[in-house]
C-alpha cells in the first residue's frame, strides 16, 4: 500500500519541528498542528477569507492558525492575524490590507502564546 502525507520536503521539516517544539515547550497546540498538517494534501484544511473575518470579528487580537490553505477572494472588514501552510496570491493579498498573513514556520519561530491561538478547521 502506498503511503500517504506530505510529499514536499518543507512540509515534512515543519511537521519535524512542530512536533519538537511540542514536547520541548510543552505545548500540546504544537503537535495537534503537526497531527492535521501529516494528512493527505485532500484531507487539509481549506478556509475561506470570509469564515476568518467572521471569527476574527468574535476573537479579537488571536491569531487564527490554518493548518491549510487559505482561499477566497472577498476583501477583509476588520483587523485578522492569520497564519497558515499556503495562502492563495488573492486571498493573502486581501489579508495584508487590514491584518497579518504569515506561515505556520513564522508563528513556529514567534514563540506566541497558546493562549492566543485558535485552530481553524
Known sequence: ???TGPTKLSTKELIS???KAG???K???WT???K???????NRAEVNIEKLSKLAEKNKGKTLVVPGKVLGNA????SVNVAALSYSAEAKRAIQQKGRAITLGELLEANEKPSSM???K
Do not use: W
Open 1 to 3: 500500500m502506498k503511503t
Open 17 to 19: 519541528s512542530m512536533k
Open 32 to 34: 495537534d498542528i503537526a
Open 75 to 78: 476583501g477583509v472588514e476588520n
Open 36 to 42: 492535521r498538517l501529516s494528512k493527505p494534501r485532500r
Open 23 to 25: 514536547t520541548k515547550r
Open 118 to 120: 485558535i485552530i481553524v
Open 27 to 29: 505545548q500540546r497546540i
